[in-house]
């Protein structure tokens, strides 16, 4: 789960760490009377409704978080039409949109904002009314200055429009590829702009006591019947196969190469591929002009007739050497036809064209690239970063090395806690990684000469180090750096601190009793039972015979007995903890020395006597006891 919440999360993290963006409105308005003025959330839900007033009115948004944000939105009340002025007093057209005004508030701010607001009844807005004749509206788009757009589906519209404030009207096609024979307001043609779009005049106040005002639009969207084109293409190499397509108005064109052409209706795309997996299009011409090449397509609304020319030649072939040790190391790929090479070790000759001269070294598993050096341009690769391509021409001599990996060193990692790190565990150090979601202990091999282990743990707040048992500095906690890591270290980190508790583990068992035991604590860390055994948090230890007879123990961990899985005694420590080792191979008589003494435990492990001498023993009550590991009945 924390994989599909991953990027949820670090928006949050992210913006929890965004400062308070603050947006400032001045609504200067002349009918308060005739405006609403509301706050909507994310959802578009009304939060509050301003209480205005005739004049200027100031309004602060707060957005505190990326999930948090808002939109002023101002309305002029039913039957009126919406008005923005800027402060100079002119209209200002991008502010209002279908007759109401929405400023978006997002978490990072923006400029202060000024606007004069005006209400118009709608009766008396719209002044004037421009009729519109479309011979196939099929296609085309109307939109009104400050108003939406439509598409159009009838031949007719009558269009009222206010003369002052939506004097023009845009014209576009739907399919941007679409061309618009002919546009003519009140008989007079109209161009296009460069973008193909038609800008119409509707109101025109260049002299302002005698302005003109445009009653019938004439839109002839379909080309005349008996008009056609002629396109011809033609090859410099006299190489027809350098494309591999031609298509008009989307139909593929079969016979593009005949001489006397082919006939198309015009406004429509032509669309000229060219073969670039196996030709370099060096130039074309266009009605005899050369033109810029820009890729290896060439498209045109044919609006006339028109003769291309292409110039493109099949690619040279070229030929190369990769010299490989270590084949098994290494995948090598050309990036353009994704064919992989059968490399072996020692000489590999490649044959390519210039288009597909790049290849690309996939380092196997377990690989490393020790060696990439052009002989012929004197080049090494690994001198900088080697990102796996090579580009290679008729003269270059590639050396490749790979080597697999050997770690030298391991180090074993403990970590308390991964509840609060979003997108899981990560180690690195050199070519060794390692990831994990999952707490506790595991094996890392790494290489020393390969510097320290990096950790990453994105959303962690906090954390405490320790290798071998002494606390080290960890620095910024989801991404830090432990240098000087060796062999066989231990290595715990807590995530959360309060799981950091230093505490002492003592041994207790009869002398000899341990002998041929091997003790560890953390996996790998020798323990010597004789002395007081320091930890922190949670620790593993185990208890493996290595040069002792089978035997019977009973060992308790504070009052908990364990049992031994394999011969091996398993246990976790979090805090002070008292081990108590005891034999349970059978019962005897006790036989003690005059000048010996022994310490007595009974069968529950409590130590009942220390350094108790023969008499001391003859005075103890009569029962079984634990002796030098073995029990004893004392009669």
Do not use: W
């Amino acid at each position: 789960m924390k994989k599909l919440y991953f990027f949820l999360l670090m928006a949050l993290t992210f913006s929890l760490g965004v400062n308070a963006a603050t947006h400032k409105f001045t609504l200067n308005i002349e009918d308060a009377s005739k405006v609403i003025v509301e706050r909507l959330n994310s959802d578009k839900v009304v939060e509050e409704t301003y209480n205005i007033q005739n004049g200027e009115n100031s309004i602060s948004i707060e957005v505190e978080s990326f999930f948090n944000t808002y939109t002023l939105r101002v309305t002029p009340v039913e039957g009126y039409i919406l008005k923005a002025f800027n402060e100079d007093g002119t209209v200002n057209y991008n502010a209002v949109s279908d007759n109401k005004i929405e400023e978006y508030c997002g978490a990072f701010g923006g400029d202060d904002v000024y606007y004069i607001l005006k209400t118009i009844p709608e009766a008396e807005y719209r002044d004037r009314t421009v009729k519109v004749t479309i011979d196939n509206p099929n296609g085309l788009r109307l939109q009104l200055r400050g108003n939406k757009a439509f598409n159009t589906t009838e031949n007719e519209y009558e269009i009222p429009f206010s003369s002052v404030y939506e004097n023009l009207l845009y014209l576009n096609t739907v399919d941007r590829d679409d061309v618009i024979y002919k546009v003519e307001a009140d008989g007079i043609e109209v161009k296009p702009s460069s973008t193909g779009s038609y800008d119409i005049v509707l109101a025109d106040y260049s002299d302002p006591d005698d302005p003109l005002f445009t009653e019938n639009i004439n839109i002839q969207y379909e080309f005349p019947e008996d008009l056609n084109y002629t396109v011809k293409i033609g090859f410099t190499n006299n190489n027809p196969e350098c494309l591999q397509s031609v298509t008009y108005a989307g139909e593929e064109i079969e016979d593009y190469a005949a001489a006397e052409g082919f006939i198309v209706r015009p406004g429509k795309k032509l669309t000229v591929t060219v073969n670039s997996l196996y030709h370099k299009l060096a130039g074309y011409k266009v009605n005899g002009e050369s033109e810029e090449v820009f890729g290896d397509v060439y498209s045109v609304v044919v609006l006339s007739d028109i003769e291309l020319e292409f110039d493109a030649a099949p690619y040279e072939v070229m030929n190369a050497q990769i010299i490989i040790d270590g084949v098994e190391g290494i995948t090598i790929t050309n990036y353009k036809t994704h064919k992989e090479v059968e490399a072996v070790n020692g000489a590999n000759d490649l044959s390519f064209t210039e288009k597909d001269n790049s290849y690309y070294v996939a380092v196997n598993p377990g690989y490393e690239l020790t060696e990439v050096y052009d002989e012929t341009y004197e080049k090494d690769y690994l001198a900088s970063y080697f990102s796996g391509y090579l580009y290679l021409d008729k003269n270059s001599k590639i050396y490749l090395t790979a080597k697999k990996i050997v770690f030298d060193s391991d180090v074993v990692v403990y970590i308390d806690d991964l509840t609060d790190v979003y997108y899981g565990l990560s180690l690195t150090c050199g070519k060794s990684t390692y990831s994990t979601y999952d707490a506790g202990y595991f094996t890392f091999p790494f290489r020393k000469a390969d510097g320290g282990i990096k950790f990453s743990a994105s959303g962690v707040k906090s954390a405490n180090g320790y290798i071998n048992g002494e606390a080290t500095e960890i620095g910024y906690p989801s991404y830090f750096t432990l240098n000087d890591i060796n062999d066989g270290d231990v290595v715990k980190v807590f995530f959360k601190p309060e799981n950091a508790i230093e505490h002492t583990v003592k041994f207790e068992a009869s002398e000899g009793l341990l002998d041929g035991f091997e003790i560890k604590k953390d996996i790998v860390a020798a323990v010597d039972p004789s002395d007081d055994v320091k930890a922190v948090g949670k620790t593993r230890f185990t208890m493996t015979p290595v040069s002792r007879a089978n035997e019977d123990l009973t060992v308790k961990v504070g009052d908990q007995e364990i049992e031994a899985v394999d011969g091996v005694y398993t246990f976790e420590t979090e805090g002070d903890t008292t081990v108590s080792v005891l034999s349970t191979s059978g019962i005897a008589d006790v036989t003690v020395g005059e000048n010996q003494t022994h310490d007595v435990y009974n069968l529950q492990g409590i130590r009942v006597a220390h350094n108790a001498s023969s008499a001391d023993l003859n005075n103890l009550p009569a029962g079984i006891y634990i002796i030098n590991g073995k029990k004893i009945a004392i009669k």
